[in-house]
C-alpha cells in the first residue's frame, strides 16, 4: 500500500432504536461516501464510538463496512481499546476481513509511561495483524497521553514491522510537519483536525482522516483542489466554513452535534449511546438552523459544482 | 448489607508465565487476605488491572475470588469499563455469582459532559444488577473525570435504586468529610488513598479500599486500632511508615512495584501486563532492599504482634 | 522564633472607594483578629492580593500592620513576585520593619524548570532578609509549580540560611505529613487548606494559615481544642460548618465572596480590585442569607461562649 | 497605524555580569534587527523577560529601544504584569515615549474568571494609554489562561477603545484564522509561533511576533517570500530547519539556549536571572554544534542571499 491520498471520513456509529447497532444502514452510508468523493473509510475510532462499543460489535461493524466497500476505497479499523489482549482480538479479526489497514490509540486506563512503553503497546498488537499495514492514532487531548511523535517514529520504525504511520490528531502543525518529514517522508502522516486542514495541507499533508468528512467531504475536496491550483482566497473562505461549522458543533456536543447533521441530510443514525447525551430536539433544530444561517449546506452542494472531477 | 467498616483490599491481577491469567493462585491469595485480617477484597479494579483484562478474564477471576472466599469476607467486583455495554455484561455477571457488591469508574474514553451524564451512565450499568449494591468508583487522576461528589450522591439517589456509596480515590478530604455526613451519613464512602488513611479516619472513615492492603495490612489495621486508642503518635508513626513505603512504590513504578513486593512475600503474581511494564530484576532488588532500610517489613510484623485481636 | 501554633490569619486587602489601599482601616482589622484569638497575621499574600498590589502599596500595608499589632501576634509577610527583583526589595524592606517571618511563593510566569531552579530562587530572595525567617509559600493550583516537597526541604536547608519551612496549601496530606516528620520535625510545615484542618491535626499539624480564619477564627480554634480534647464528634461537626461555608465561598468566587462576609460583619473592605470581580449586591444578600441558613454565623459565636480559654 | 506585516523580533533582555541591565547593548541589538530584515521589535514580552524585570527596568529598557529605534521600525512595548496598577504605570509610561503600540497578558496570577472579566482587566490598562493601539497577548501554555478568542474579539472591540489585535501565541490555527477574518479581517491578529509561520501564512498571517526572528529573520522572511511566490517546496524547507533549531531550543531549555545562540552571533546577553538558569558552558557548546551540524546558521545565511529584496 503506498501513501494515502485524500479524505478518509470518520464514519458514525448506527444505532437502531432499541440501541443495538444497525449493520443494515452501512451500506447506504458506505455509498454516501464513496459518491462524496471519499479516498476511504476509518471505522471504530472516536466519531465510531470504538471505545463504546463491545468487541463483538466492532467485529459485526468492519465486517459490514468490508462487504459494503468492497474494496472501491480504503477501509482502516480502529482497534484501540483499554485491554490490549482484546485490541489484539480485533487486529486479527480486521486482517482476517482484508482490510487495508488498522490504527490503535494508545491503551488509555493505564498509561503508557514511556514512548517505548507506548511502541511496545502497540507493537503487541500490530503482531496480531502482521500483514496489515499499523496506523498509530494520536490523539493526546482524549487520551491524556501526549509523547514525543518523532522518538515514537524512530522506535516503531525498529519494533512495529508492519508500521506504516500516524493518524495524527493535534494541533501542533510543527511536530506534524516534522513527522511528515522525517526519514525523507518514509511513514505515511495522515492529518487529523477537520478545521485545520487547509494549513496542514501547506506543510504537505496528503492524507486527512476526519469526522465532518462523513458530510461535508466536497467542502474539503475543493480546499484540496483549490490549494493546489494556488486559489488561496477560495481555499480560505471554503476553510473558514468549515471553522463555523465545527464551532457550532462544539457548541452543541461535537459528537452529537454530527450525528444530527447526519440525520438531518437524511441518514439516521440512531440514538446516541452513554456517556454521549442525544442533543435535545429542540437543540438539533437550533444546530441546523444555525449551520443554514451560516450557509453551510448551500456552500457545499456548490463546492461539489465547481468540484472539477 | 451494612455500611463497611475497615480494609478492603485491591487485589492484583495475577498471570502466568505465558501472560495469561493465572487462577490457580487465587485461593492463596485469598487465604492471605483472610489471615491478614482484611474485611474484604476488592477485584479487576486498578490495581487488579479490570481495564487491562479481557471480558472473559474479568468474569473468571470474579468466579475464582468468589468461590475461594465463600462468603468469609465481602466480594466487591469493579465492572467498569470503556463501553458500558460490556460494564452491563460484567456486572449481570457478577450478580449471578452473588457478590457482595459491584461498583463502577466512569467511562473513561467518552467523558461524560455533566454529573447528570455520568449518573444516568452509572445507572445503566447498575441495572443489569439490581440486587446488587453498586458503588461508584471516583478516581479523577486516573479517569480525567472530576465530578462534583456531592451533586453526584443526590443524583444518584434519586436515579440508581441499588446505590450504596463510592470509592472515594482522592486526597480532598474536605469533600470526602462532605459526602461522609451527607444527608445524616446515608452513604458508604470508602477511602481509597492508603497513605492518607490516617487523616481520613480522623473525618470519620469507617471503610478503606486499597492497594497496600493486599501485603500491609495489619499496618493499617493497626493504625485504625492506635487512632480509636487514641493512641495518636503510634498511629502517625504508623502511617509515616506507609506514606515512606509508597514513596518506594512512585519512585519505581506504583503497580509493578507493589507486584514485586507481593513476589517477595511469597506469591508470585507473575509477569506485568502491557502497558504496565516489568520492573527489571535489579530495580527490584533495589526497591526490597530500600524497603528493609526503612524497616517497612518488620514495622508490619511487629503490627501483627501488637495488634490486641 | 520557635515553630508557630495556632492560626494565623491571611488578611485581606482594604481599598478605598476609588480603589486606592487603605491603610486607616488596619488597626481595626488588627484588633478584631488579636480578639478572635489569632496567632498571627499573614499579609500581601493570596488573599491578600499582594500579587495585584505595586510594590509601594505592598510596603505601605507592611508597615501598617508592624505598627497595628506593635509585636502583640506574629506578622509574616508575603514577598512573592513575578520579578525576584522586585521580591527581594520586598524581602528587605519586610526585615527592616522587623516582622517575624516572611514568605514567597515561587516566580509565576516563569516556572521554575526543577526543585534546585526553584530552591535556588528562593534562596536569592531570602538573602535580601537575612535575618529573617523564611518560609516557602507552596501553592500549586494558583501558580502551576509542584514540586516535591521533600526534595525541597533537603536542598533548602542547604541553600537558604534562613529557612524555617513551608507554608504548605495543598490537599495532599501525606506529603504534609512527610514535611512535618522530615529530619526528625524539624521544619515549620504549616498547613494552609482551612476546610481540611482537622485532618490536617491528625497527622500532626500544629500552625495553619488560612483566609477564612479572619473571619471565622473561633469555630478553627474550637475545633483545635476539641481535637485536644478528644472530642471528636464536634470537632468534625465544626468541620462540616467550615466545609459547608467554604462550599458557598466557592459557588460564588472565593475571595470576593469573603469580602463580602468581612463587610457583613462590619469592615468595609471596599471594592475588589481587579482581574477580581465584585459580587453583585443581590448575591452579597444570597451569599448571606444561604450562610445564615447554614446557621454559620451563629456556630462561630457558640465557639466563642464554649472555648475554654 | 495599519496593520502590521512582516516580523516582529521579540528581543531577549540584556544584563551586565553583575545581573543588572544592560542599556548599552541595545543600539547594536537594534541595528542588528534593522539590518536583518525585521519589520518591528517587541520589547519586554515574554522572551524579552518582562515579568522578571522590576518597573524601573522595564521603562529603562523601553525607553532606550525607543530612542535606539528613532522610529525606524515598529516598537511595541509589553506592559502586562500580575498587578494591573503596575500594567498602567508601564502603559502610560509607553505612551509617553511615543511607542506604536502596547502589549498585555492577562493578570497571571489571579486569573480572570470569565472573558468579560478579562476584557475589563486589559481595558483598564489600556485606559492608561488611550492613544496607544492595545494588542491582548494570548499565551495560554505560560498564563494558563484559555478564553475564547472570538468573544474576546467582541467585547474588546466595545469596551478597549485603542483596540487594535492580538498577539497570538498558541498553535489552534482554526481560531487564529477565525480571528483573522472576524469581522471582514477588522483586527490585526500577530502570530506567535515561530514554528508554525509557514501554515499560519496559508491562513492569511501577515504579522508575525516571535523570539527566533532575533537571530534567524532571513530564513522566516524567505518563507514569507517563497510562500507569496508559491515556491513551496522551498518554503517548506526552511520551515522544517526552523523546526529543527526549535527541537534543539526545547531540548536546552528555550529561553537560555536562545540566549547563548545571540551571544554566539556576537552580542553578549549577559547571565541569565532566575528562576531561568544559564545553560552550563559545555551545553552550549553542545547546542550550536548542533545547530551547525543540523546547517542552521548556513541556511540563514544563504537565506540572505537569496532574498530578493
Known amino acids: 500500500m503506498k501513501k494515502i491520498e485524500g479524505l478518509i471520513a470518520a464514519s458514525f456509529a448506527a444505532y437502531k432504536d432499541n440501541g443495538e447497532i444497525n449493520l443494515d444502514i452501512i451500506p447506504e452510508i458506505v455509498e454516501n461516501l464513496i459518491a462524496d468523493g471519499l479516498a476511504g473509510v476509518f471505522i471504530c475510532g472516536t466519531n465510531g464510538e470504538g471505545p463504546n462499543l463491545t468487541i463483538e460489535e466492532r467485529m ?4 459490514a463496512y468490508v462487504k459494503a466497500v468492497n474494496k472501491r476505497i480504503i477501509v482502516m479499523v480502529h482497534v484501540g481499546h483499554s485491554s490490549i489482549y482484546e485490541a489484539k482480538k480485533l487486529a486479527a479479526h480486521a486482517q482476517g476481513l482484508g482490510v487495508d489497514a488498522i490504527s490503535s490509540v494508545s491503551a488509555f486506563y493505564f498509561k503508557p509511561s514511556s514512548v517505548k512503553a507506548l511502541v511496545i503497546s502497540m507493537a503487541e498488537i500490530a503482531s496480531a495483524a502482521p500483514e496489515t499495514p499499523f496506523y498509530y492514532y ?28 500516524v493518524k495524527y490528531t493535534a494541533s501542533t502543525l510543527h511536530e506534524y510537519e516534522a513527522c511528515l518529514n522525517h526519514k525523507d517522508g518514509k511513514f505515511d502522516i495522515l492529518f487529523g483536525f477537520d478545521e485545520m486542514l487547509l494549513p496542514a ?15 461535508a467531504a ?24 468549515s471553522i463555523k461549522m465545527v464551532q457550532s458543533l462544539v457548541k452543541f456536543a461535537p459528537i452529537p452535534a454530527q450525528r444530527a447533521i447526519v440525520g438531518f441530510k437524511g441518514i439516521n443514525l440512531g440514538p446516541c449511546r452513554l456517556p454521549l447525551l442525544e442533543l435535545k430536539a429542540s437543540d438539533k433544530e437550533l444546530l441546523i438552523e444555525e449551520l443554514e444561517k451560516k450557509e453551510f449546506f448551500s456552500t457545499v452542494k456548490d463546492c461539489i459544482k465547481n468540484h472539477s472531477f
Do not use: W
Open 138 to 165: 494520536n490523539i493526546p487531548h482524549l487520551t491524556g497521553i501526549s509523547m514525543d511523535m518523532l522518538e515514537f517514529l524512530n522506535l516503531a520504525e525498529e519494533l512495529i514491522p508492519s508500521f506504516r504511520g
Open 60 to 63: 459485526a461493524i468492519a465486517e
Open 218 to 241: 466536497p467542502l474539503y475536496n475543493r480546499i484540496i483542489e483549490c490549494f493546489q491550483n494556488n486559489q488561496l482566497k477560495e481555499a480560505r473562505d471554503l476553510q473558514m466554513m
Open 201 to 215: 495541507l501547506a506543510v504537505g499533508a496528503k492524507g486527512a482522516v476526519g469526522s465532518t468528512y462523513t458530510f
